[in-house]
């Protein structure tokens, strides 16, 4: 099986335990990806909707099985960051087995220089200090998804391409963009702060590549809608990738996945996984 080599992967908002994932794009991309790191930028899990209405399937197993795979096979060094719905492991952080990392943030050595890794919800205002209010905003991104999956679903038989609401409000709605841009300088403040040359973070579900002033701001999106990543070659450069681009070089197949692999599984059980590690366990 051909894959894409290179030397940091990072993805974020995969948002497993929800029906808007895209688990099988973002396991193929796992699957046709070799790395030496995998970083794991936050929202991998979502937990909020887990404890709620959320559906895990076998496929999303999969998705932590090749992860593990990338583990113990490829000897991979992977680091998980927390995220504001898969916040139960912050009161547990940092934890470490073998290869795996799962912490609070993380400084990324490059040849470029030292990059900051985290989450980002930590500039979020509402996601930090309001939670009913985040929740109810999760439930509106929710619905909008909803709505958005049945338009697409209309405009797939009329033979049109997918096209995403949210993004389109997102990118039109002046308090969206603003709220994009103070949360990129924040970043941007944040880094220099601590002596970073650049900032690697998800969290607004919008991927970019840019500098802000001296540093350099990358976001991995999300595999929700935008479906993209970051990737460090070997020569130190960085680049997003978005799914389309990506099975250009490796296709995905109509049938690389059963449909069992939708039929529902019980989710694992974070709060107990995590008990676990603490000492005297």
Known sequence: MSKLNVRTVIISD?????????????????????????ILNGDIIDGWQLSRSGRWTKAHTRFIRLVLKKIEKRDTEVIYLRGNHDDILASFLPLQ????????????ETSR??????????????????VFLAHLGDWGYRTLLALNRGYNAWRAWRGLEYWS????????????????SKFEDHLAKLAEDRECVGIICGHIHTASDKM???VHYLNSGDWVESLTAIVEHYDGRFEVLDFGQFIRQFPLPEDEYSNEDNSPQAAPRLDAAVKLTEPGN
């Open 14 to 38: 995969v948002h497993l335990g929800t029906a808007d994932c895209k688990i099988r794009e973002v396991n193929h991309f796992l699957q046709h990806t070799r790395c030496d790191k995998l």
């Open 97 to 108: 087995f073998e290869n795996l990392h799962i912490v609070e943030d993380y400084v990324h």
């Open 113 to 130: 220089g030292r990059y900051l890794v985290l989450h980002g919800d930590v500039f979020d205002t509402i996601t930090r200090n309001f």
């Open 165 to 180: 609401l949210s993004k389109a409000i997102k990118a039109r709605v002046k308090s969206a963009v603003n709220h994009i």
């Open 212 to 214: 802000l002033g001296n």
